[in-house]
């Protein structure tokens, strides 16, 4: 080889290594510029391009919700969840997934999950999970589940604004499954004379609704955790022994949702800003007087998760994003505690 030919080559060698250079001095001056603007490289946990001084109590809130809200690649740093622009897309979202169309409608579906729209039924599974699994279909039905618990794991407020009319449907439990599968109303109503007139048979009509509800949710509950039982143990989130399941409460599960729903409300303008902040405060109270945590809310979130819908591919979903929230050193867990 010529020293022509050499020069050549060690030319060309320090072409590429200057192109190079320039290509990451290039990359990493254009991630700086996105985080300066507030966008985090992570897709995972992406920023609101308008910057949103929040304060770390308004952060905590949010991040309550933020397994679901990274998930569905919503905003973890403002109230706001997506760009005005997406706000036909969240109408859409609210009224396929939660049946809400109007201020009332959100409101309604909002206190449902502060007031325990699951984690009572879910945690009471938890209890009794070496009792109930494995699952087998048929051994449970709608009063077999009130001879264990009654009406006592219902909405307080049911409980509270209708005392009188929870006794009466006590007193008649034994009608519940013939009202609730009456052809109409018309057939149901001659059952009416024993709870009295008929705005009280109607309360009761209500309640025994509620709690088969109630009962669908367990029998489900059940069958899901059955089926990620086998997930969740080698997480590591509890052992072969079932009665470490007992340990678990999970209300994170209805409160990260109800983040997740007030935030949507409010861009969907069925709330406002204030409504939204409310809820969102009870529920970072709420997850402060019961874990220590991130990563104890974590978990407790993704039993929740496992009890109400199964090992589906968002169950994985959600699991993988409950790690990377831990893991991440870009995740607004890291970037708040819970206390």
């Avoid at 490289?41 to 308008?50: A, D, Q």
């Avoid at 470490?244 to 994170?252: A, D, F, P, Q, V």
Wanted: net charge neutral; glycine share 6%.
């Amino acid at each position: 080889m010529s020293n022509m030919e050499k020069a050549l080559g060690i030319i060309g060698v320090l072409v590429v290594c200057f192109i190079f250079l320039i290509v990451i001095i290039s990359v990493s001056l254009f991630i700086g510029k996105w985080r300066a603007k507030g966008i985090n490289p992570n897709k995972n946990f992406p920023r609101n391009p308008i910057k949103h001084c929040l304060a770390e109590n308004q952060q905590r809130a949010i991040n309550v919700g933020a397994i679901l809200s990274a998930s569905n690649s919503d905003f973890c740093d403002s109230l706001q969840t997506s760009k005005p622009k997406a706000i036909k897309t969240i109408k859409e979202i609210l009224s396929r997934d939660w049946d809400i169309q109007s201020s009332k409608e959100a409101i309604e579906v909002l206190d449902e999950l502060k007031y325990g729209k699951h984690h009572q039924i879910f945690n009471y599974i938890l209890k009794n999970a070496s009792r109930v699994l494995p699952y087998k279909e048929g051994t449970v039905d709608p009063l077999g589940l009130y001879e264990q618990i009654g009406f006592s794991l219902l909405d307080k407020r049911i409980l509270n604004d209708y005392a009188k009319e929870v006794a009466i449907a006590e007193k008649n439990i034994h009608l519940m499954n013939d009202i609730l599968n009456a052809s109409s109303y018309e057939e149901a109503k001659k059952y009416q004379s024993l709870f009295g007139d008929e705005e009280t048979f109607l309360a009761c009509i209500k309640i025994f609704h509620l709690f088969y509800k109630q009962f669908l949710s367990y029998e489900n509950g059940i069958k899901n955790l059955d089926l990620t039982l086998s997930d969740l143990q080698r997480e590591g989130f509890f052992g072969s022994d079932l009665s470490e399941l007992k340990n678990i409460n999970t209300i994170s599960w209805d409160m990260g949702r109800m983040v997740n729903v007030a935030r949507y409300s409010y861009d969907a303008e069925y709330i406002t800003e204030n409504e939204a902040w409310e809820y969102l405060f009870f529920a970072s109270k709420t997850c402060q007087l019961n874990y220590s945590d991130w990563t104890e809310f974590g978990k407790s979130y993704i039993v929740g998760r496992a009890l109400w819908g199964g090992n589906t591919i968002s169950f994985y979903l959600m699991l993988n994003m409950m790690k990377e929230l831990k893991e991440d050193t870009t995740s607004p867990w890291k970037l708040v505690s819970l206390h």
